[in-house]
């Protein structure tokens, strides 16, 4: 990975929202120079939205305040709030089950706007939050970021993050930080659905 800032290949990382940013952030930061890109137009609720944006940002306020005396703040982009783009990803996939085909279509989306946001904004990679839930596909998530890693010419750091306790770890730093953990996906079509985060 190229394009390095501060020492460290620069990252933009997708994430869904604070609870799911924590513990993947903890085990990138010492490798990576880590912009987190909020992007997730899948949240069809306008204040569910912003709590979980909300929340991104306390969680990355938190952790920069805990490294004050280190170098290497993590830093937020925000993606466009756009509904209608995931309704037009979803159409005729509404009545699919939660992580189906209408998962696919939103998580492509989702890390396609985050590979081109890297390869315009001079990142050497992309990377997401996504493959911390429990309830998110990793060979889904691995293959859409590999086909958009070799379409946009940026590096996907590819990682099942829920691996090796991350997801349990991403519970605990939830809890330390006091962080709004929602209980569905972020669109009105999972809520609800068993299989929730």
Same mark, same amino acid.
């Not at 903890?26 to 979980?52: C, G, H, W």
């Given at each position: 990975?190229?394009?390095?800032?501060?020492?460290?290949?620069?990252?933009?990382?997708?994430?869904?929202?604070?609870?799911?940013?924590?513990?993947?952030?903890?085990?990138?930061?010492?490798?990576?120079? #880590?912009?987190?890109?909020?992007?997730?137009?899948? #949240?069809?609720?306008?204040?569910?939205?912003?709590?979980?944006? !909300?929340?991104?940002?306390?969680? #990355?306020?938190?952790?920069?305040?805990?490294? =004050?005396?280190?170098?290497?703040? #993590? =830093?937020?982009?925000?993606?466009?709030?756009?509904?209608?783009?995931?309704?037009?990803?979803?159409?005729?996939?509404?009545?699919?089950?939660?992580?189906?085909?209408?998962?696919? =279509?939103?998580?492509?989306?989702?890390?396609?706007?985050?590979?081109?946001?890297?390869?315009?904004?001079?990142?050497?990679?992309?990377?997401?939050?996504?493959?911390?839930?429990?309830?998110?596909? &990793?060979?889904?998530?691995?293959? =859409?970021?590999?086909?958009?890693?070799?379409?946009?010419?940026?590096?996907?750091?590819?990682?099942?993050?829920?691996?090796?306790?991350?997801?349990?770890?991403?519970?605990?730093?939830?809890?330390?930080?006091?962080?709004?953990?929602?209980?569905?996906?972020?669109?009105? &079509?999972?809520?609800?659905?068993?299989? !929730?985060?």
């Amino acid at each position: 990975m190229k394009n390095e800032r501060g020492g460290k290949p620069a990252l933009l990382l997708h994430s869904c929202c604070g609870p799911c940013s924590t513990s993947v952030v903890e085990s990138l930061a010492p490798q990576y120079d #880590i912009t987190v890109y909020f992007y997730n137009p899948n #949240i069809t609720d306008r204040a569910e939205y912003d709590k979980r944006l !909300e929340n991104q940002q306390r969680f #990355i306020d938190a952790y920069n305040n805990s490294r =004050a005396d280190q170098p290497g703040k #993590i =830093a937020l982009v925000l993606g466009e709030y756009e509904p209608l783009r995931f309704y037009g990803e979803a159409r005729g996939l509404e009545n699919e089950r939660e992580g189906g085909e209408r998962c696919r =279509a939103c998580i492509r989306m989702r890390l396609e706007k985050t590979a081109q946001a890297a390869s315009l904004g001079g990142f050497g990679g992309f990377a997401t939050t996504l493959s911390v839930s429990p309830h998110k596909s &990793y060979p889904m998530i691995s293959q =859409a970021g590999q086909e958009l890693s070799v379409q946009y010419g940026v590096d996907f750091a590819d990682w099942d993050h829920k691996k090796n306790g991350g997801y349990q770890r991403s519970l605990e730093l939830s809890r330390e930080y006091s962080l709004y953990r929602q209980n569905y996906c972020g669109c009105e &079509y999972s809520r609800g659905e068993k299989g !929730e985060k």
